[in-house]
């Protein structure tokens, strides 16, 4: 097992500034407004001897309206209580305040080994305000600037010293994990469509903060899962909404970064509250994810809320129906109904998911994928009109795109003799042919033709 190091202090010191710094790239929304960072998130730090995981927390002792606040402070709590050593993040801008010195108490008061960060210390004369955190009483300090990387070595050293990290197994174990690759779903949709509650569901505990409040998720959360022995990492993301209807630079990047996370993701899991119906937004959110061409499951959240008088049968069809029609554009995604908060149905959920990634794993031989589509031509000329007799198929085959990610999305590529006469609609007729051959739901794929074009572009 990894080693554990928490990041805490008062709100808008640069805790999530650090994070980022110290996992080597931008995960922790940062900003001048205070109380951004709500939930734990953890990453890996690979700068020193071994591997360590960090992990970022809401500022402690936040006065501001945020009705979050006391959630905030349990998942800080569990932070103090879960790692091996702290980083006790102060500002010498700002310089001491009665939140660090309430802190300090508190820090003083574990068997957790601390380390006092001066940050924002990026020049001589920020630096010499640093000497007045000394009265705190922690013998181990180091002045950074998060912002700027200065000191981040100084401290990778001093963190790997005190957690006795050398180059062991331990580093060998978590690239093998990394290797393996846990399959990455990225849990998206519109607020309050229940998505952080699917997360606890899966988890089995209150892992991210659950509200009534529409955006309470702010950072897209990545956090490791396993179900029925099968490893998984969920990207828990804040609920994107309107560009119009975003009020602050927050938001703004909260959604940014939640559009991000489909560009990661392996497999989508696209939440719609169906007891409220599809909104158009939920159709928005689902066009982006067929552009990014990225394999989908269509979750129907608040499953017990649809017609609960009703037979199941006939809430089953009548869902199916209303639902391929509202997102008849995304017809490669299988639909499951769940109810994260009864957490009903999530089983079902994990079984389509394996489906999903076993079926991407198949490919379609280039003997078969000929023989098949030069019968779909021969035996359905008609949508390519007059053109029948002078287009010709001349080869086809499936190369797999996207290869990093764990379901590979294969790409068709067909080489005629008359490329430009196979119109949008019959690419269509053409893939749902693939499609009912080849049994793969979930995954999208791209078909694209080679050929002569017409003779003016010639």
Request: with cysteine; glycine share 6%; hydrophobic share 40%.
């Amino acid at each position: 097992m990894l080693k554990t190091v928490a990041i805490v202090g008062r709100p808008n010191v640069g805790k999530s500034a650090l994070f980022n710094r110290l996992a080597g790239k931008t995960i922790s929304i940062v900003h001048d407004q205070a109380g951004v960072t709500r939930d734990r998130i953890v990453a890996q730090c690979r700068r020193g001897p071994a591997w360590f995981e960090i992990m970022d927390t809401g500022g402690i002792g936040a006065s501001t309206d945020d009705v979050l606040t006391d959630q905030v402070q349990t998942e800080a709590s569990i932070a103090l209580d879960v790692a091996d050593l702290l980083l006790f993040v102060v500002d010498v801008v700002d310089g001491i305040t009665t939140i660090d010195q309430s802190l300090a108490r508190e820090l003083r008061r574990t068997n957790k080994p601390v380390i006092l960060v001066c940050n924002k210390a990026d020049s001589p004369k920020r630096k010499l305000n640093a000497g007045e955190f000394a009265r705190f009483g922690f013998a181990d300090t180091v002045e950074v600037s998060a912002a700027h990387g200065l000191g981040i070595d100084d401290l990778v050293s001093l963190i790997s010293t005190r957690l006795d990290l050398k180059e062991t197994t331990e580093t060998e174990e978590a690239i093998a994990r990394q290797n393996s690759r846990p399959l990455k779903l990225a849990i998206v949709g519109r607020p309050n469509a229940g998505k952080s509650s699917l997360v606890n569901a899966i988890l089995g505990q209150d892992r991210a903060i659950v509200s009534d409040v529409a955006g309470t998720t702010r950072d897209a959360l990545d956090i490791k899962a396993t179900y029925n022995g099968k490893h998984y990492q969920l990207i828990d993301t804040a609920g994107i909404r309107r560009r119009s209807n975003l009020d602050t630079v927050v938001e703004i990047s909260s959604v940014d970064r939640s559009l991000q996370s489909i560009k990661r993701a392996d497999l989508c899991l696209l939440v719609i509250d169906c007891a409220a119906g599809a909104k158009m937004q939920d159709r928005k959110i689902a066009q982006i994810i067929l552009e990014e061409r990225k394999p989908c499951i269509l979750v129907m959240n608040k499953w017990d809320l649809f017609h609960p008088d009703a037979k199941q049968k006939d809430r089953i069809e009548h869902l199916d129906e209303i639902m391929r029609r509202e997102f008849f554009f995304l017809n490669y995604a299988p639909l499951v109904a769940i109810s994260a908060k009864n957490k009903d149905h999530i089983g079902k959920l994990f079984v389509q998911i394996e489906k999903v990634r076993n079926g991407a794993q198949n490919r379609i031989s280039t003997g078969a994928l000929n023989r098949l589509l030069a019968n779909a031509i021969e035996n359905t000329p008609g949508a390519l009109g007059r053109s029948t007799h002078s287009f010709k198929l001349l080869y086809a085959t499936q190369v797999n795109e996207a290869e990093g990610f764990a379901i590979p999305v294969p790409h068709f590529v067909l080489f005629a003799n008359r490329a430009s006469k196979l119109t949008e609609s019959y690419m269509r007729y053409l893939e749902k042919v693939i499609r009912d051959e080849w049994d793969a739901p979930g995954v999208p794929f791209k078909m694209s033709v080679r050929g002569k074009g017409p003779k003016n572009a010639r």
